[in-house]
């Protein structure tokens, strides 16, 4: 019966053993493979959250400002219009006088 008991004992150590053994195993494999990919995003050059998210936000504001301006240069054209026709309606022809 002394047998059994170190055989399963043995056993148990060698499973033991054998458990931390892929633990070990399993990290370095996740090690490895997340390497891998940040060299190929590296290799990509894509970009980061963060960078991405500060390159929207400039976008945003430069969209904002350019509707900002075009209505500025709308209002002024008009502006314009105005002037001319205001003027072009109290300016009267006059005849030139012959020189003497």
């Known amino acids: 019966m002394q047998t059994r008991n170190r055989i399963f004992d043995d056993l148990a150590k060698v499973a033991n053993s054998a458990a931390g053994t892929f633990a070990g195993v399993k990290d370095e494999v996740e090690s490895l493979v997340k390497s891998r990919i940040e ?3 590296a290799d990509l050059k894509l970009v980061g959250r963060e960078e ?5 936000a ?3 504001k430069a969209r904002e400002e350019q509707e900002k301006l075009e209505k ?3 209002a ?3 502006e314009i219009e105005s002037l001319k026709k205001g003027t072009a309606t109290k300016a009267k022809p006059t005849k ?3 020189k003497k």
């Open 72 to 74: 500025k240069v709308t």
């Open 76 to 78: 002024l054209q008009s």
């Open 96 to 98: 030139a006088k012959p």
């Open 39 to 41: 060299a190929l995003v």
């Open 58 to 60: 400039i976008a945003v």
């Open 52 to 56: 991405f998210d500060t390159a929207m």
